[in-house]
């Protein structure tokens, strides 16, 4: 059975409503019937040396990955791996902060009572997606902020947020990415503290994600402060949000796990219906075999490794 349903996650539940009972155990039905033909967008920027950074924080620096000790008979100690010498390449990556690109900011970001990466639940996984729309107010006032109002504005339109969802502020602020210095200065689009305090406690949701590197723009960062010493999370740096549905998407959570982090290294995915215009499908970029580079790898000026021809 193949479900006709207009967004994924009314493909998920008859999906799991279709399944016999002797598979009700088994997900892969769901796999089959919802998500292999879904549209996938990526929400997040990737992370370089010359990247927009939060003031306060520096650059990264990526360099060749040099032998710590001598391997014999294959390297020696100082040796920086290469491609003809040793068979691969790896990169040493020298990061100024855990608050870096997008990322996943978990409460012992500001609280030292807070839980930290590490200790996120991996119910940190797959939500529904809801996408609230600020864009064109942004574009008459680059200092907009998500009020209450826009919430119920969205809900009007679309129905209540649902319950552990994972709310992002589309400002289109994004497109500002490689423009370093404008994109991490004020002003800047954010979310005022009343809508923070009404997704969280009225809706209750899993966290709320905005494009910019700050939540808002007040001397004090009233809703970033309120939401980690709260100890709820939340997501900076998105991107693509112009590209995804305002409602009935999914979206994956991924981050890097250091142990006792007080950042992650995100990657968000929204998962949206097969019928939706952007993205791509499985069957687009079945991602085994990838596909080459059209040149050869070499490191540019900033250490990244680039195909050149």
């Known amino acids: 059975m193949k479900p006709a349903a207009s967004t994924v ?3 998920l539940a008859l999906a799991l409503c279709a399944l016999a009972p ?4 088994s997900l ?3 796999y089959n019937n919802a998500l292999k033909d879904a549209k996938y967008i990526d929400l997040i920027h990737a992370f370089h040396p ?10 990264a620096k ?5 032998a710590g000790r001598t ?11 290469s491609y003809g010498t040793h068979g691969f390449v790896a990169t040493a990556y020298e990061l100024t902060t855990d608050q870096y690109g997008t990322q996943l900011d978990p409460p012992a970001h500001f609280s030292p009572l807070g839980a930290t990466i590490s200790d996120l639940p991996p119910t940190y996984a797959v939500r529904p997606l809801v996408v609230i729309n ?16 826009d919430i119920a504005q969205w809900e009007k339109r ?3 947020i649902p319950e552990g969802s994972v709310v992002m502020v589309r400002s289109d602020w994004y497109k500002k990415w490689d423009d370093p210095q404008r994109f991490q200065s004020r002003p800047h689009p954010g979310v005022q503290l009343e809508a923070i305090k009404f997704l969280h406690l009225q809706r209750k949701i899993l966290f709320h994600g905005h494009e910019p590197l700050d939540t808002d723009t007040t001397p004090d960062f009233a809703s970033e402060t309120w939401i980690l010493k709260n100890d709820y999370t939340q997501a900076e740096g998105v991107a693509n949000l112009d590209k995804v549905p305002e409602k009935g998407a999914l979206i994956t959570i991924g981050f890097a796990k250091p142990l006792g982090g007080t950042g992650g290294f995100a990657r968000y995915i929204a998962i949206a219906p097969k019928t939706w215009k952007h993205g791509v499908t499985i069957k687009d970029a079945p991602g085994a075999p990838l596909p080459r580079q059209p040149h050869p790898l070499k490191r540019d000026a900033n250490g990244v490794m680039r195909p050149t021809p």
């Open 22 to 25: 002797a598979t009700a155990q």
């Open 9 to 11: 996650a009314v493909a």
């Open 28 to 30: 892969w039905s769901v």
């Open 134 to 149: 600020i864009a064109d107010k942004v574009a008459k006032d680059v200092n907009y902020h998500m009020t209450v109002a």
């Open 71 to 81: 391997f014999a008979g294959f390297a020696k100690e100082g040796d920086e791996f």
């Open 50 to 59: 010359a990247q927009a950074v939060w003031p306060g924080f520096g650059n």
């Open 158 to 160: 679309h129905g209540r």
């Open 62 to 66: 990526f360099k060749p990955s040099i």
